[in-house]
Nanobody
Framework: QVQLVESGGGLVQPGGSLRLSCAAS????????MRWYRQAPGKERDLVAGISSRGITDYADSVKGRFTISRDSALKTVNLAMNSLKPEDTGVYYCNAELVERGEFSVKNFWGKGTLVTVSS
């Protein structure tokens, strides 16, 4: 069974930094794009950053220049370095991965359970 587990969330003051990590485990044959989403209180889940299997990255306009997504394909991890954090960055951050399981042929989407980031003084 494939699992995605996020870590690294917490409380940070405005202007501070955090680093989120997501580790994939289970019977994984191939991993494709990996993404971070954010769900602020009372709002929909929005895409924050994504990285393809070739390392091509994409960011929401609101985090460009402040957040950096990276991955280690061998370790099946994706990270999100967050700098210059703002109160509006507060939310639950979810890891998402597109992958093919061993013994399967189709690409499926998997989600982690999320990690809470609170930016407040």
């Amino acid at each position: 069974q494939v699992q995605l587990v996020e870590s690294g969330g917490g409380l940070v003051q405005p202007g501070g930094s955090l680093r989120l990590s997501c580790a994939a485990s289970g019977s994984i044959l191939t991993m494709y794009a990996m993404r971070w989403y954010r769900q602020a209180p009372g709002k929909e889940r929005d895409l924050v950053a994504g990285i393809s299997s070739r390392g091509i990255t994409d960011y929401a306009d609101s985090v460009k220049g402040r957040f950096t997504i990276s991955r280690d394909s061998a370790l099946k991890t994706v990270n999100l370095a967050m700098n210059s954090l703002k109160p509006e960055d507060t939310g639950v951050y979810y890891c998402n991965a597109e992958l093919v399981e061993r013994g399967e042929f189709s690409v499926k989407n998997f989600w982690g359970k999320g990690t809470l980031v609170t930016v407040s003084s």
